[in-house]
DNA sequence: GTGAAAGCGCTAACAC
DNA sequence: GTGTTAGCGCTTTCAC
C-alpha cells in the first residue's frame, strides 16, 4: 500500500480511504490511486487490515460432525444468511466430548478474530465444545438442552416426536417402540416427546433401542425388531436409522407397514423415495441455521438480551404406517 | 500477551517463545508463563500472529453445495485434515456460476487472510470460483475439467464408470441409458466413462436424461424410463438419482432388476439399505478432501509444482442389476 | 537466555 | 480533504 501511496503521491491514509470509502476524496486523488492500484495490481492485505479494525466479519460453526443430513443442511441455513450479511463462516468439527479433542479442535478456532460462535448441539460434542467458547463472544446454541444465559434456536422435536407416536397410536397399536440416535444429553427432545405421549395415553413405555449416527445400525435393529412379535410401531431418531430399520426388518421377512409401522424424523430428501415412502416429521434445518445467525447477528450488534427461538416440524405422512398386525401383536410386550 | 508478560515477570518475547518454541527459555520461566497463560485464560490472537509471520492458518473451501453427500464428504475430509495441521476451515458457497453470485461470494472469503483455497468443481459454480481466486494464492482444483496450472485432485470417475456401463454390458443389456447430475463443464467423467464403454462394445448411444440434484428429479426420470420399453439398463449420476429413478419405475410398476437394471455412484449410506440394495461405484470422497489438503499444503510450505493427485472408485455390486427382461428389451433404442 | 526496539500492512484519531 | 502520528498483537532482529 505504501508502494501505491508513492505511486500516486498521496499518503497511506488516503489509499485506504479509497480502498474503504470510510472518508471522502478528492476525484483527482481518487484517480491517481485507481491508476496506481491497476498498475501494480495491489491486493489489500486482509490480514492487517484485520489486525487493524478489529471487527472480524467471521462467524465460527461448532459441531460434532457436519456431513449428516441434519448438521448438512443448518449449516448451510448460516451460512446462506452470513453471506447475504457479508460474514464468512468457519467449520470446526468437533469429534467427541473429549476435553484434549474439544480443546484441540477450539483452540485454533478462537484464536482467529471472531465476530461470534454457533454451536451445534445436536450431540454431546457440540455441547462440550459449548463452554469453551471464551466469555463475551457473541453466542447462540442451536437444539440441545435448554440453555439460560445463552441465546438458543430449536426445533420442537419433542412436540412433533408427541404426535408422532399418538399418530400411531391412533392406529390402534398398543405401544410404540423407540430408536434413538446420539444425543446431547440424557434424554433428547424426540425421546422426551415419545415417552411423553406413552405416558399420557396410559400406555407400556418400551424399552429404548440405542442406534448410532449410521444407517447400518438402524438394519441391525430392525432385525431385532422383527424377532420381537411384541413390537408393531417403531418411532426412530431420524430418517436414515428408520431406513436402515426397515431394511432390517425387511431382510427377516417382515413387511413395513403390514408388520411393523415405522416412523422417522427430519423428513430427508429421500424419505419420500423410500419403499414404502416415510411418515416423518418435516424439520426445516435450513431454517434452523437461518434463524441462529439472526440471534446471533443481533447479539453482535449489542442486543444483550438471552433470546429463544422455536419452530415446530409439521408431520408428513406417508405410507409407511398402518394398523397393528393381529397376528403380530399378540405377544406381551417388554415394559422399559 | 503484554497482561502475560506482566503478570508473569518477563518480557513479551519470551512469552512468544514459550508460545512458539522458537528459542529456548529457562525452565523457571517457562513455568511462570504458562501459569499466568493459564490464569488469565489467555489466547494468542492468529491474526496478529500472521501479521508478524506472513503465515496465516486458514483455508477457505469454496463450492457450489456445501449439503449434498458428496461435497458435504469432501469437505469432512478437508477439515479432518486440516484440523489435524492446525488449520481452520472456512466455508463458502458459490450458489451459481453468475458473475454477481461469484463475485459477492468470493468478496468476503478472499478479504480474509488464507493460507489457501480449496475449489470443489464438482459444478460450474465451483468452476467459476476458482477463477476469482487472486494470482499468487496456494489454490487446488477438486474434480472437474482438468486444470493445466493448478494443482489438482481427483476420483477417476470415467474409470469407473466405464467398469460400470462393461457390467451392465456383461449381464447382457444391448445398451445402458444414462442419467447424468449437473456437472461443472460439457460432460463429467461418469458420461464420459459411460460414453466410452459403449463405443468400445460398439452399442448404440442413447440420449443422455438431465436430472437435478434433487432424487425427486430422479423419480420424473424413472418414470419415463419405465414407460421407454427399450430401455433395460441405467446408469445413474449418482445414488440419490438412482433412488429417486428406482421409485418412479416402481410407481409405473416397473420392477428392478427384473425389469430394468439400475446402477449409482458414489455408494451413499443408504445405498446398501434400498431395496434392492445399490449397485454403485464406491468414491472416497473424506480421502479426496484429505489428498486435496495434502497439495494445498505443499503449495503453502513452497512447492512450486502443479501437481495432480488421481484414486480409483471401486465398485460395490448388489441386487440392483441383473440379465434384460426379455420382454422388455424386445422394443428398438432410440439412439442419442 | 533474555529484553529492548523495530516492524508486519493496514486503519483510526487527530490536526491542519 | 489530506497528511501526520499512533497503534492493532504478535514475531523478529539484535544487543547484552
Chains 1, 2 share one sequence.
Request: glycine content about 10%.
Amino acid at each position: 500500500m505504501a508502494n501505491v501511496a508513492a505511486r500516486a503521491g498521496v499518503s497511506t491514509p488516503t489509499v485506504s480511504r479509497v480502498l474503504t470509502g470510510a472518508a471522502p476524496v478528492s476525484p483527482a486523488k481518487r484517480a491517481a490511486v485507481e491508476a496506481a492500484i491497476a498498475e501494480l495490481k495491489f491486493t489489500p492485505n486482509a490480514v492487517a487490515r484485520a489486525l487493524a479494525t478489529g471487527q472480524p466479519r467471521v462467524i465460527a460453526v461448532v459441531a460434532g460432525n457436519t456431513s449428516r443430513y441434519g448438521y448438512a443442511e443448518t449449516i448451510r441455513g448460516i451460512e446462506e444468511t452470513a453471506r447475504e450479511d457479508g460474514y464468512t463462516v468457519m467449520i470446526t468439527v468437533v469429534e467427541s466430548g473429549e476435553d484434549a479433542v474439544v480443546d484441540h479442535a477450539m483452540a485454533a478456532t478462537i484464536a482467529q478474530p471472531l465476530a461470534g460462535v454457533i454451536a451445534l448441539k445436536f450431540d454431546s460434542a457440540g455441547a462440550a465444545a459449548l463452554r469453551r467458547v471464551p466469555p463475551g463472544t457473541a453466542l447462540v446454541a442451536i437444539s440441545g438442552a435448554r440453555e439460560r444465559s445463552v441465546s438458543q434456536a430449536i426445533l420442537d422435536e419433542a412436540g412433533a416426536a408427541e404426535e408422532l407416536t399418538e399418530l400411531l397410536l391412533a392406529h390402534g397399536h398398543r405401544t410404540v417402540s423407540h430408536v434413538r440416535v446420539p444425543a446431547s444429553r440424557g434424554e433428547d427432545g424426540r425421546t422426551m416427546g415419545w415417552r411423553r405421549a406413552l405416558q399420557n395415553a396410559g400406555r407400556p413405555i418400551p424399552e429404548v433401542f440405542e442406534a448410532t449416527w449410521e444407517p447400518r445400525s438402524g438394519e441391525a435393529i430392525g432385525r431385532l425388531i422383527a424377532l420381537d412379535r411384541s413390537i408393531t410401531a417403531v418411532l426412530c431418531g431420524n430418517d436414515e436409522i428408520a431406513m436402515g430399520v426397515i431394511r432390517g426388518l425387511l431382510v427377516e421377512g417382515c413387511t413395513v407397514p403390514r408388520d411393523v409401522s415405522v416412523v422417522g424424523f427430519d423428513d430427508h430428501p429421500l424419505a419420500e423415495m423410500w419403499s414404502p415412502p416415510l411418515t416423518t416429521a418435516h424439520q426445516d434445518f435450513a431454517g434452523l441455521g437461518r434463524r441462529s445467525f439472526g440471534l446471533l447477528k443481533q447479539q453482535i450488534e449489542g442486543v444483550r438480551d438471552v433470546q429463544f427461538s422455536s419452530a415446530r416440524p409439521t408431520l408428513v405422512v406417508r405410507g409407511s404406517v398402518g394398523a397393528p398386525n393381529t397376528a403380530r401383536g399378540a405377544a406381551e410386550p417388554r415394559d422399559g
